[in-house]
């Protein structure tokens, strides 16, 4: 079997992808229902509800729980991957972003101070997660996983 045809046909890796594609869709979805506006760009951003990544995550790690046992020395490496993403998710790039945050706040007031010549590029400031959002992501990855690997 050639490699291509083995990438597609790993159950594992397309259950996480499209775990994660669903997430970001329903990001885009919840935009529209509750913000009243259609933001196809959310599709490509990180942060936001629901975690793209803990559902990719998650996904993957329940696929291999069922199919490999939750014994297995696989399934101890993906449960612990999916928990590191999931901690820096919460941790980490929530924390920058919120340093992202106040940082623009500090320029905006420079730039009224600062007559010309300063005009830094603001920084992205949505790029973690709350515990809520994972935890969405995290069901949903869940959910996905025991799809793929016990319905269909």
């Known amino acids: 079997m050639n490699t291509f ?10 259950t996480a992808v499209l775990a994660s594609t669903g997430a970001q869709v329903l990001k ?7 913000e009243r506006r259609w933001r196809p760009a959310a599709f490509m951003e990180t942060g936001g509800m629901p975690s793209s990544h803990s559902a990719m995550v998650a996904a993957l790690t329940t696929g291999i729980g069922l199919t490999q046992g939750v014994g297995s020395p696989l399934f101890a490496a993906s449960a612990v991957f999916a928990l590191i993403v999931m901690y820096d998710a919460t941790g980490v ?17 420079l730039r009224a101070v600062v007559r010309e010549g300063f005009a830094p590029l603001p920084l992205r400031v949505l790029l973690g997660h709350t515990y809520l959002e994972v935890g969405i992501g995290t069901l949903l990855g869940v959910g996905a996983g025991f799809f793929a690997f016990t319905v269909l």
């Open 93 to 109: 790039r929530h924390s920058s972003g919120m340093q992202a945050r106040l940082l623009n706040e500090l320029v905006d007031e």
């Open 28 to 34: 885009v979805l919840l935009i529209l229902l509750i």
């Open 5 to 14: 045809a083995e990438l597609l046909g790993n159950r594992w890796l397309l």
